[in-house]
């Protein structure tokens, strides 16, 4: 089976994730999902598997953080495969996440 990758973030702009998984569509030519964090326990853990669906995590650091975190622990235990993308410095994340994208700290 294909593998679908699902896009997550909690962030004050909330149609990043949809903006993201739109662009992802554009360039790939794949069917793409994109959730904010709050939504994950309403339906898009179900897809959570450890061949179809990678999640794609944008932990960013401020009042909703921990749940994003939590939320990549439950995405773990379910022995899904995280690429988080993470700003530099992160340790928490890095050490869960399969596979990590840096960038660098903008402010």
């Known amino acids: 089976m294909q593998q679908l990758p699902l896009l997550r973030t909690r962030y004050t702009v ?3 994730p949809w903006r993201v998984r739109l662009k992802l569509k554009e360039i790939s030519y794949i ?3 994109g959730y ?3 939504e994950m326990k309403h339906g898009p853990i179900a897809l959570i598997d450890e061949l179809k669906c990678p999640l794609w995590s ?3 650091k401020g009042e909703n953080y921990e749940k994003v975190v ?3 622990q439950e995405v773990k235990a379910r022995k899904g495969v995280v690429i988080a993308v993470v700003t530099e410095g992160e340790k928490a994340v890095r050490e869960m996440a399969d ?3 840096e960038i660098p700290k903008c402010r």
């Open 36 to 38: 904010p964090a709050a």
């Open 99 to 101: 596979y990590v994208i």
């Open 14 to 16: 909330s149609q990043l």
């Open 31 to 33: 069917h793409a999902e």
């Open 70 to 72: 939590s939320n990549i």
């Open 58 to 60: 944008l932990p960013i």
